[in-house]
């Protein structure tokens, strides 16, 4: 996939960004703002995408080895962030927010619409099959470990419940459920209008919270979060997935969404276990900038 290509995917993520900037500075629109719009995508549109997609996809035996591999770079990921936290003395909070940013990628707002356009349908399943059995299990429940250990909050992380009771897990559950079932057109209509809220939502939320001065004063920390969430950890995925996967495209989508920007969720996570917020969004900001030249150099290595 050349620069040119992945250039608009990436312009048009920066536009919502840019839209939750405006909303915040006129006043219309506040911080504590984001928090409805991430309900409504964690419970309502990012159900409807997966649903629609995975419920008429037909699997294959190299689908299952994907997530497998992402769960193991995940983990190479938060072993090098966390030495990366020490070496900057970093602690509670900001060693969390740290941590998340540096190891989970943003692999269904930019990896479900790059990997369409890079290999068509069989590319979105292999990305909605790697992103949910893979990085969103592991955020959801490792990522919750970290989180309730670095953050402050009032309940008990409970792994197994956070994943069980993730609104898109339970659609992706339902979805293989009724592979065999004809869904009528005018509910997978409806179900797609839904579905394409999800990235427009995510990155107004990512608007509303970000601060420019909290990206200067995190100059150092977000150079070591991009290096290991945009080139370290996707040339891991491509040296294991050159070993075990046998096919080009599963290869292509593992490098891909193992190279991705930071994940939107970690903002949601942020929030919920008062993390640092202001590293987290400028975490995603950087990264989505700096994805632009690295996902196009990282598929020419495939």
């Known amino acids: 996939m050349s620069i040119q290509a992945l ?79 020490r070496a900057f003395k970093l602690q509670g ?17 930019i990896g479900y619409p790059v990997a369409s356009a890079l290999l068509g349908d069989a590319g979105l399943v292999r990305a909605i099959f790697c992103d949910l059995f893979g990085n ?16 402050e909050h009032d309940v008990k992380v409970n792994p197994l419940r956070e994943l069980v009771t993730f609104p898109p897990f339970i659609a992706l559950v339902i979805a293989l459920l009724l592979r065999s079932v004809t869904v009528p057109a005018v509910v997978s209509s409806w179900l ?28 150092g920390k977000l150079s070591a979060i991009a290096g290991v969430k945009l080139v370290l950890m996707p040339l891991v995925a491509l040296a294991l997935g050159s070993l075990l996967l046998k096919d080009e495209a599963s290869l292509r989508i593992l490098v891909l969404e193992t190279g991705v920007p ?3 969720l970690t903002l949601v996570f ?8 202001d590293l987290i969004a400028s975490a995603i900001l950087v990264t989505v900038i700096g994805a632009i030249v690295t996902i196009p150099l990282l598929q020419l290595l495939v």
């Open 270 to 277: 942020g929030m919920k276990y008062r993390l640092d917020v």
């Open 7 to 85: 250039a608009p995917v990436i312009l048009g993520v920066l536009g919502y960004v840019g839209i939750g900037v405006a909303l915040r500075l006129s006043g219309l629109m506040t911080v504590e703002d984001s928090k409805p719009l991430n309900t409504l995508l964690i419970w309502v549109a990012l159900p409807a995408l997966v649903f629609n997609t995975v419920q008429p996809a037909r699997a294959d035996a190299q689908m299952a080895i994907i997530p497998l591999l992402g769960w193991a770079i995940a983990l190479v990921g938060i072993g090098v962030a966390w030495l990366l936290a």
């Open 192 to 219: 797609g209008a839904l579905g394409k809220l999800v990235i427009p939502m995510i990155m107004v939320s990512v608007g509303l919270s970000l601060k420019p001065k909290a990206m200067r004063e995190h100059l």
């Open 136 to 151: 969103t299990a592991a955020i959801i429940t490792v990522g919750a470990l970290i989180a309730g250990h670095y953050g």
């Open 262 to 264: 930071t994940m939107m």
């Open 93 to 109: 909070p900001a060693a969390g927010a740290f941590i998340l940013v540096a190891a989970f990628g943003n692999t269904a707002y």
